[in-house]
């Protein structure tokens, strides 16, 4: 018997969303149903809703989430109902060459549910990176739920399905930022002090936050930033050079995706550093930068894709730390939200008012 929940569904490009009804079928081979308890609210749910992603529409939103497993497919032998599980937006399939390799967090060959959700009428939805998880209850590919440790709270624990685990690897997969290294990360939102606190993790000895605002400006600090650089009021190379011996950074990770930020971040490095490019840049942007200074200054220009997480691996061990004290994902939520207050939430998202909106259902 397939479900009818309530989900939070982008109908039509810039349109405010709506709570709409969802029809869930049951799990198929390699499925599973997943009830969800949060879901967080990020910036990938709001480029869908304004046509920046693709015109997929209707779109049912939402992907950083926990939950409990209800039902599996036939074949499903991995879950079992009642798991406490994150969803990921990258099940790696085993197969393609990157997995052959034994690089399965590269996977060129992710996948989803093969089944479609829809509306009541039986229009398909397109679900935010295959998850849709402002839902009760969502269809994802059994490789999308990671299980991990149920003494989790789940508005902390949804959260590394997206943005956190993005920046915790950007800093310790990515950057491979090590003890005693001195780090500059650009864009203090949940991503920015995400890569702040994997920095603090990995025993940075100087991390410097770089922002507009000074309110992320204190986030950053609260998560183990040593300095901040108010981006309006100082030049960003300058500040990090003179916090750093003149030198600048090891590791300067870009988590804005900004063009102007990125060369920031490059000019910010010390010889032979590394700079992580996490923040998601739109079709049009472009980088010019002098090929003598790419060669000459040495070191790794790295993108980071999800963090370069591996979530069976990764997500388990996030949420172990988290529960020993050692890092602090109650912090990234800032407010717990129903499923009818995600338009609201997309505002305050935009005016810099919260790391992360969390939806409670
Ligand atoms: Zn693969
Ligand atoms: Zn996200």
Same mark, same amino acid.
């Given at each position: 018997m397939a479900s009818e929940v309530?989900g939070?569904?982008?109908?039509?490009?810039?349109?405010?969303?709506?709570?709409?009804?969802v029809i869930v079928p049951d799990p198929g081979?390699?499925e599973a149903v997943v009830t969800i308890q949060?879901c967080?609210?990020?910036?990938?749910?709001?480029?869908?809703?304004?046509?920046?992603?693709?015109?997929?529409? /209707?779109?049912?939103?939402?992907?950083?989430a926990a939950g409990l497993v209800e039902a599996v497919g036939p074949?499903v032998?991995s879950l079992a109902p009642g798991d406490f599980v994150?969803l990921?937006?990258?099940?790696?399939?085993?197969?393609?060459?990157?997995?052959?390799?034994?690089?399965?967090?590269?996977?060129?060959?992710?996948?989803?549910a093969?089944q479609?959700m829809?509306?009541?009428?039986?229009?398909?939805?397109? /679900?935010?990176?295959?998850i849709g998880a402002?839902a009760e209850k969502t269809l994802v590919a059994a490789?999308q739920c990671?299980k991990?440790?149920r003494?989790?709270?789940p508005?902390?624990?949804?959260?590394?399905?997206?943005?956190?685990?993005?920046?915790?690897?950007?800093?310790?997969?990515?950057?491979?930022?090590?003890?005693?290294?001195?780090?500059?990360?650009?864009?203090?939102?949940?991503?920015?002090?995400?890569?702040?606190?994997?920095?603090?993790?990995?025993?940075?000895?100087?991390?410097?936050?770089?922002?507009?605002?000074?309110?992320?400006?204190?986030?950053?600090?609260?998560?183990?930033?040593?300095?901040?650089?108010?981006?309006?009021?100082?030049?960003?190379?300058?500040?990090?050079?003179?916090?750093?011996?003149?030198?600048?950074?090891?590791?300067?990770?870009?988590?804005?995706?900004?063009?102007?930020?990125?060369?920031?971040?490059?000019?910010?490095?010390?010889?032979?550093?590394?700079?992580?490019?996490?923040?998601? /840049?739109?079709?049009?942007?472009?980088?010019?930068?002098?090929?003598?200074?790419?060669?000459?200054?040495?070191?790794?220009?790295?993108?980071?894709?999800?963090?370069?997480?591996?979530?069976?691996?990764?997500?388990?061990?996030?949420?172990?730390?988290?529960?020993?004290?050692?890092?602090?994902?109650?912090?990234?939520?800032?407010?717990?939200?129903?499923?009818?207050?995600?338009?609201?939430?997309?505002?305050?998202?935009?005016?810099?008012?919260?790391?992360?909106?969390?939806?409670?259902l």
């Open positions: 309530r939070v569904v982008a109908m039509a490009k810039g349109a405010p969303v709506s709570v709409e009804t081979p390699g949060a967080g609210v990020c910036h990938t749910d709001l480029h869908y809703r304004e046509g920046g992603i693709n015109d997929g529409f /209707p779109f049912l939103l939402g992907h950083e074949d032998t994150v990921n937006w990258r099940a790696v399939c085993g197969e393609c060459r990157a997995c052959r390799r034994g690089r399965p967090w590269y996977c060129f060959a992710t996948h989803n093969t479609k829809t509306l009541a009428d039986g229009t398909p939805l397109s /679900p935010a990176l295959g402002f490789g990671t991990v440790d003494r989790a709270r508005e902390a624990a949804g959260l590394l399905g997206c943005g956190v685990t993005a920046g915790l690897g950007a800093a310790l997969l990515t950057g491979e930022v090590d003890l005693g290294d001195s780090v500059a990360v650009f864009g203090c939102g949940g991503v920015g002090c995400a890569a702040i606190a994997g920095a603090h993790l990995a025993g940075a000895a100087t991390i410097i936050a770089v922002d507009l605002d000074p309110r992320k400006l204190a986030l950053a600090e609260s998560f183990g930033a040593t300095h901040t650089v108010d981006a309006g009021a100082a030049d960003p190379v300058e500040a990090i050079r003179n916090f750093t011996d003149g030198n600048g950074a090891d590791v300067c990770i870009e988590a804005v995706g900004n063009p102007a930020v990125m060369a920031q971040a490059f000019y910010a490095r010390d010889l032979a550093g590394t700079l992580v490019q996490v923040g998601v /840049p739109t079709p049009d942007m472009r980088i010019d930068l002098p090929m003598i200074e790419f060669f000459g200054r040495g070191g790794r220009l790295k993108p980071s894709w999800y963090g370069d997480c591996l979530p069976s691996r990764d997500f388990p061990m996030f949420i172990d730390l988290y529960l020993q004290g050692r890092l602090d994902l109650d912090r990234f939520v800032s407010e717990t939200i129903s499923l009818g207050d995600v338009e609201d939430a997309f505002h305050r998202m935009e005016r810099g008012e919260v790391l992360r909106s969390v939806v409670v």
